[in-house]
């Protein structure tokens, strides 16, 4: 295998554009829907693009989350540091994973997230004013897409707006590709420091807020210590931050890049939530994971995974797979895409998509409600993801005829 | 139409309650609660979704 690895193809492989995965996962999905590929440090691991094959093996009990075991694939070597050093139910299998989830799941059920629309409305609408009020061009990336998540967070985790800054700083850090594993520890120890502190100081002065709500439900009981609720809340805080921020900026790109399908979605708000779940399956912001590892011997779409070898199950490939999708690679806005697997599948599916979903809804209804002729500023060739853990806009400049 | 859900499987995702929220509801906490094992046959797309979209493999539909 060692021998053989150099001619395998390199992963993380280039995207042609922005919004649409390399070329090379459609050749992966024709062949079975898995190939060897060869990681940075030399090692390899089987790739998968097909969508049955990415959700037979996210749901395959053979398959383990567990970033410790020493067969686990990662994109580069801060990637490695980063997910090798936060222990989180992100990173267990069952049973354990199970208890600790579990611990979470209430605060994230449907009903209880749509309660915060108007809450999230009132961040959208005030962020939308602002930039209304300044002379065009704007960069959507900070006055919008980054604000949304952040904002939210703030509210919802019971956490300062000023605090934002500096989560977002290291966060940032933390998910550029080319950071240093030496850098990407030393980011990940302050936001631990910056979630411990929150914890004490919530302790001592309770609000009306999920954070005060964990603390006085868990702490002190023998479900969770303190050091894995620490663990939780930095992840509540970093988790729903670039992702649902990225998908936000690319979200509206995607349909400026798509006038006709922006003019119905205008005419008609309904179209909305289906619109996000297209736009979900289109773009499919985790262009390079979820990763996992074999522990047994699995035999799937003509290949055979040994125990020990590392899986990376690129749902942006599974998300533009014909066999699910009829004509993939095409955004419509009307079809059929809920069974997208853009927030993963198996028992590790994203706790927080439900306000995932109310904040790009939201973000979308009103942008083009209330900027009508919102349109690019610059060549739609021109925009660039940078070296991201998600697919991440470099710049979204818009402009707009101002109302006289 | 002869519904189950395996609660043990169960992680909390929601999508059951917005794939068919007259069949499946969350108890408090967030996990999936059955409002009617045998729903009436117009419901029956949506309950196949909701056992599609479940990521822990939980819901059992039987015609």
Redesign the interface.
């Known amino acids: 295998m060692t021998q053989t690895s150099e001619a395998l193809p390199a992963f993380p492989m280039t995207r042609p554009t922005p919004f649409d995965p390399p070329e090379g996962y459609a050749a992966v999905r024709d062949a079975g829907g898995l190939a060897r590929v060869r990681l940075w440090d030399g090692r390899t691991a089987w790739l998968v693009t097909g969508y049955d094959e990415v959700r037979s093996l996210l749901s395959d009990p053979r398959i383990s989350a567990d970033r410790g075991h020493p067969g686990f694939p990662f994109p580069t070597a801060g990637r490695e540091a980063l997910e090798r050093s936060g222990r989180t139910f992100v990173t267990m299998d069952p049973p354990e994973h199970g208890r600790l989830r579990r611990v979470f799941t209430k605060y994230f059920a449907i009903k209880r997230i749509e309660a915060l629309r108007p809450m999230v409305q009132r961040i959208v609408d005030e962020l939308v004013d602002d930039i209304m009020a300044t002379p065009p061009p704007v960069d959507l990336v900070p006055a919008l897409a980054l604000e949304v998540p952040a904002r939210t967070i703030c509210r919802v985790l019971g956490m300062p707006f000023e605090d934002r800054h500096r989560f977002q700083a290291l966060d940032h850090r933390r998910n550029t590709l080319t950071t240093s594993p030496e850098d990407v520890l030393r980011a990940t120890e302050e936001m631990l420091a910056y979630a411990d502190a929150l914890i004490t100081r919530k302790q001592r002065e309770p609000a009306d807020d999920l954070v005060s709500e964990l603390v006085a439900d868990q702490l002190g009981g023998d479900t969770v210590s303190r050091e894995e609720l620490v663990a939780a809340v930095r992840l509540l805080i970093t988790a729903g931050h670039e992702t649902t921020a990225n998908m936000i900026a690319m979200s509206i790109a995607t349909l400026l890049r798509h006038p006709e399908q922006l003019r119905e979605l205008r005419a008609d708000p309904s179209l909305v939530p289906n619109a996000v779940e297209e736009l979900l399956r289109y773009i499919s912001i985790f262009h390079i994971s979820p990763t996992r590892v074999a522990t047994e011997r699995i035999e799937i779409g003509g290949h055979v995974i040994e125990a020990g070898d590392g899986v990376i199950t690129a749902v942006a490939g599974a998300n533009r797979d014909d066999a699910a999708f009829a004509d993939a690679a095409r955004f419509d806005l009307h079809r059929e895409a809920r069974h997208h697997v853009a927030f993963g599948y198996g028992v590790h599916q994203c706790l927080g998509q439900p306000l995932a979903r109310v904040e790009l809804q939201t973000v979308i209804e009103t942008i083009f409600r209330r900027i009508p002729s919102l349109r690019l500023a610059t060549d739609p060739e021109s925009l660039s993801v940078k070296e991201y853990a998600f697919l991440s806009l470099t710049a979204l400049p818009v402009t707009w005829e101002e109302q006289s | 139409m002869k519904i189950t859900v395996e609660i043990d499987r169960c ?5 059951c ?3 068919a929220p007259d069949v499946f509801d ?1 108890d ?4 999936a609660v059955l409002l009617d094992p045998d729903p009436p046959a117009g419901l029956a797309d949506d309950v196949q ?1 909701a056992a ?2 479940c ?3 939980a819901i059992v539909v039987e015609a």
């Open positions: 992680v909390g995702g929601g999508q309650v917005m794939a969350q408090d906490d967030g996990l979704l599609r979209l990521p822990a493999r």
